[in-house]
């Protein structure tokens, strides 16, 4: 089945310094992969969709200068955490579309953990 | 706004017959997904509805009722490895999904 890779895995930084996370389809091509954020306990909420060769599509309250998102071509999207503070540490989990049966399904990444000191 | 209700927790023993349910409240609707998350990793696709029914896969079914915005996910045979925390999500029609708060599923021996 469909693949997406993410990395790293995880990852510690100090408190104002940015951090890249790389979101790959390892064996389909993706036009449009997304972006979450899970805190502890809590659902996955959508940052951003992050489209091939445009910009990426902010929800509401998420700052787009804060998370800087490239997506770079069919089979790789970035997420930038500038200037990353304590609260910014979360769980983050891309997601590609790829097909199973037929289907359009949403594969998710293995995820990212940022600890922010 | 968006809203997908789920049960925080459900209990169950090895061997049993467990339903979590869902309704939802969306300003569009193109399916009901399931998803399980071990913790510390990342969701896994379960199963998919877009028409009214039962869809089995395995030891796992999914319901949807779409004029009574409500699905489920039936785990039969239950193991101690299906203790996870589950959840329902809904394409608005956005691709994305909009995820409920997630039903954390203990299975006891």
């Known amino acids: 089945g469909a693949v997406v890779s993410q990395h790293p895995s995880r990852v510690i930084c100090k408190s104002g310094t940015s951090v890249k996370i790389e979101c790959r389809s390892l064996d389909f091509q993706a036009t449009t992969m997304f972006w979450y954020r899970q805190f502890p306990k809590q659902s996955l909420m959508l940052m951003a969709t992050?489209?091939?060769?445009?910009?990426?599509?902010?929800e509401q309250g998420v700052e787009k200068d804060k998370f800087l998102i490239n997506h770079a071509s069919l089979t790789l999207s970035t997420l930038t955490v500038t200037s990353a503070h304590p609260e910014d540490s979360s769980f983050y989990i891309c997601s590609a579309i790829g097909l199973a049966g037929g289907q359009e399904t949403q594969y998710f990444g293995p995820g990212t953990r940022l600890l922010v000191l | 706004g968006q809203s997908l209700e789920q049960p925080s927790e459900v209990t169950a023993v090895e061997g049993a017959i467990v339903q979590i349910n869902c309704t939802y409240q969306t300003s569009g609707f193109y399916g009901l997904s399931w998803y399980q998350q071990h913790d510390g990793g990342a969701p896994t696709f379960l199963s998919y509805?877009?028409?009214?029914g039962l869809e089995e896969t395995g030891r796992f079914s999914s319901f949807l009722s779409r004029s009574d915005s409500y699905g489920y996910l039936l785990l039969q045979e239950l193991q101690m490895k299906d203790s996870a925390s589950y959840f329902c999500a809904v394409d608005t029609g956005r691709r994305a999904l909009t995820f409920g708060s997630g039903t954390r599923l203990q299975v006891q021996p």
């Open positions: 509805n877009a028409l009214d």
């Open positions: 992050s489209n091939e060769g445009s910009k990426a599509t902010y």
